[in-house]
Every structure is written in structure tokens, then in C-alpha cells.
T-cell receptor
């Protein structure tokens, strides 16, 4: 593994189903983030974690949950998917939340909820 | 809340210069980032500004004026591979990034 990986690459899901998007990084970064990207709206923060064991809500957290049991993994769960959650989901990480530390992004998961 | 504005699309000729403007209104300010995103791919970091002035990195430069809530990304000697979306992102007082919708740059031969 080099950088950030996400799984699955794409998924078609029936409304009402539960789904977990996986994200793993091998850079030992403290902070991790989940964004969704929709046409014309840009990237919007769903949830974040400044360090292992802590999580926080972003701009659009409703319908999503996260956990951060260790440094490397930051899964995003949709408890009961709805069509409005159709989007491209990007996981990102950074060494810390301040300074010039840029966020590194995973390749994304394209999710379609029918 | 955060408000970040950038043009939707720009077109330029190979070898030319293009300037992408970004204006922002945020609660607090802890830096401004520019990312490049090719279609179907992840965003990749281009530049970071936290103090007023110009930061130059090869063919790319980024400028910041905090008092005006304004930044621009300057792309010089445009190449076909520069065709992509360019995202302006501001880190607010809460240290979270807020992104603009992105500017799609098309480079024509």
C-alpha cells in the first residue's frame, strides 16, 4: 500500500441498504476526512477525525457515521442509503490539521443509490 | 458558514497563461490551498498560501490577499495536460477545509 486506498471503487446500492466505504492510509497521518463530491457543489466535508479515537461532524453529516479505532483506518457507514447519497466519496488524510500540511486524497468511491 | 467563489469554466491556448480567481468569505482564516483534479481522479495538492503575496512553484504561482479575501492561481506555459479542474479551498478558523465548486480549464492546441 502506498498513500490512501479506498474500497470499493464503485458500487450500486438499493435504497435502504447499509453500506460501509473503507479507507486505509499508510502514511501514519493523524487526521483523516471524508468528503462527497457532487457536480456544481464541490467537495463537502462529511466527517473528520483529528486523531485516532476521536471523530467530528462536518458540513453534511446526516445519514453517515464514522469510527477511528486506529491510525490507519477510517470507515464511513451509510446506515440506510437514500438516493440523495448518490455521489463520489473521497477519503483524505493529513499529518496534522494546521500549518502547511496538505490533505492527500484517495482515488474515490463512486456510489449510486437506486 | 463559508462562501468560496471561482469561475466555472475557462479556456486557453497551449503555451498561454491563465489566471483563475477565487474570492472567499470565511469565519476565520488559517490558509488557502489550490488543488488540481483531472476528470475521474482524486484532487492533488498544488499550492498553499497563508501570508499575503505570491508563491511560485515552477509553471504555477498562487497569490493571496487576506484583506480582500482574494486569491488567484496562475498557470503559465499551458500544456494539454493542464486541462483539469482547479479547486480553491480555504481553511477556516475551525481548521476545516471548505472548497469552491472548482474551475474547469480546457487547453486547446
Amino acid at each position: 500500500i502506498a498513500g490512501i486506498t479506498q474500497a470499493p471503487t464503485s458500487q450500486i446500492l438499493a435504497a435502504g441498504r447499509r453500506m460501509t466505504l473503507r479507507c486505509t492510509q499508510d502514511m501514519r497521518h493523524n487526521a483523516m476526512y471524508w468528503y462527497r463530491q457532487d457536480l456544481g457543489l464541490g467537495l463537502r466535508l462529511i466527517h473528520y477525525s483529528n486523531t485516532a479515537g476521536t471523530t467530528g461532524k462536518g458540513e453534511v453529516p446526516d445519514g453517515y457515521s464514522v469510527s477511528r479505532a486506529n491510525t490507519d483506518d477510517f470507515p464511513l457507514t451509510l446506515a440506510s442509503a437514500v438516493p440523495s447519497q448518490t455521489s463520489v466519496y473521497f477519503c483524505a488524510s493529513s499529518d496534522s490539521v494546521g500549518g502547511s500540511n496538505e490533505q492527500f486524497f484517495g482515488p474515490g468511491t463512486r456510489l449510486t443509490v437506486l | 458558514g463559508q462562501n468560496i467563489d471561482q469561475p466555472t469554466e475557462m479556456t486557453a491556448t497551449e503555451g498561454a497563461i491563465v489566471q483563475i480567481n477565487c474570492t472567499y468569505q470565511t469565519s476565520g482564516f488559517n490558509g488557502l490551498f489550490w488543488y488540481q483534479q483531472h476528470a475521474g481522479e482524486a484532487p492533488t495538492f498544488l499550492s498553499y498560501n497563508v501570508l499575503d503575496g505570491l508563491e511560485e512553484k515552477g509553471r504555477f504561482s498562487s497569490f493571496l490577499s487576506r484583506s480582500k479575501g482574494y486569491s488567484y492561481l496562475l498557470l503559465k506555459e499551458l500544456q494539454m495536460k493542464d486541462s483539469a479542474s482547479y479547486l480553491c479551498a480555504v481553511r477556516g478558523g475551525d481548521y476545516k477545509l471548505s472548497f469552491g465548486a472548482g474551475t474547469t480549464v480546457t487547453v486547446r492546441a
